[in-house]
């Protein structure tokens, strides 16, 4: 998108009832920074649109006035925002489609100039066929139904946003704020995007490639304090020896019924689990270090360089040396 435009950036949002909050106020705010830094020049005009005029209940309670229809909306829109909503079922997270939407987009997103959809906002988005034969994310708890109910799209659980032509899809909710940081450097450069970030104390650095959520995080919490505990001591000491047998010396059980223990309180085998926390703390050390990989694969615990090499193209299809030129976030020192 060119900023060097007269006219504003137009940023239409589709409304419904019980979206969530954020999904909208987030980037709102974000643009609304833009402009600021942007002082006279053209930067975002952000209008809410919905099936009818008035306040519109979201998520949190909060009612957001909706002052323009669908059907006004006949002229150039810059850039469609599609948020989203998500029941908690007996089943787990269950996106809400609005069919009022759904039959918009289909009308108006493929005049749009972006597209971009926020959390279960994909899944809106996808009903109304824009998302085929694209790249996609949504939240990882319903990316799975995503990828079974949309066989033409490629649903990658894991990024935290991504773009594919004029389609942007972001993670969960907070990662709005980080999808629309995203726009604002490719209407107007990485500069303007640190500006905002810095002024919203926000963390910039969050490319669209990273994880949605760290290797603790993915892990269900477990009931067995010993197992807590231990599981906090492996990524205290990932240089040292954890193998099987000396997890299980440790835990004070055999090595079988430490296996079984282990799998049941965090869904992970032991083996899995040391290689996840060794491989996110080498991410880590690239994103924020110009240590060697050798340097690294020894302070990670692998047992060489080819190892760590192996571990990050068998889990991130990626070298050590391309994830730190395209996600490192501080100056080599």
Not at 14 to 22: R, W
């Amino acid at each position: 998108m060119s900023s060097s435009s007269a006219l504003p950036h137009l940023v239409v949002v589709a409304m419904f009832p019980g979206v969530d909050t954020l999904d909208v106020t987030g980037p709102a705010e974000v643009f609304a920074m833009a402009d600021r830094f942007l002082g006279g020049r053209a930067g975002y005009e952000v209008r809410l649109a919905g099936e009818r005029r008035g306040p519109v209940p979201t998520f949190s309670g909060v009612r957001l006035c909706v002052e323009e229809v669908f059907a006004e909306q006949d002229g150039t829109i810059d850039t469609l925002l599609v948020p989203g909503r998500m029941l908690i079922g007996p089943e787990g997270p269950v996106p809400q489609i609005d069919d009022g939407v759904v039959a918009w987009l289909r009308e108006a997103g493929p005049r749009a100039g972006r597209v971009a959809s926020v959390c279960a906002g994909a899944h809106v988005t996808a009903a109304a066929g824009l998302l085929d034969g694209h790249r996609a994310t949504t939240h990882w708890a319903t990316a799975g139904r995503l990828a079974a109910d949309h066989p033409g799209i490629r649903v990658e659980p894991d990024p935290i946003f991504i773009r594919s032509g004029r389609m942007w899809t972001s993670a969960g909710i907070t990662s709005s704020m980080d999808l629309a940081l995203a726009l604002v450097a490719e209407d107007h450069g990485d500069e303007l995007a640190l500006d905002v970030a810095r002024a919203m104390v926000m963390y910039l650095q969050r490319p669209g490639g990273q994880s949605q959520f760290s290797v603790p995080l993915a892990q269900r919490p477990g009931g067995r304090q010993d197992i807590r505990g231990l599981r906090l001591w492996i990524g205290e000491h990932l240089d040292a020896d954890l193998s099987v047998p000396a997890l299980a010396a440790r835990a004070a059980m055999s090595e079988r019924n430490f296996a079984r223990v282990f799998r049941a309180e965090t869904g992970s085998t032991p083996g899995a689990f040391v290689e996840g926390m060794r491989l996110e703390a080498a991410r880590r050390l690239l994103e924020r270090t110009s240590r060697l990989p050798s340097d690294i694969a020894r302070a990670c615990g692998f047992r060489s360089v080819e190892t760590l090499h192996r571990v990050f193209r068998d889990r991130l299809g990626t070298t050590p040396g391309e994830y730190r030129s395209r996600f490192r976030t501080a100056a080599p020192a």
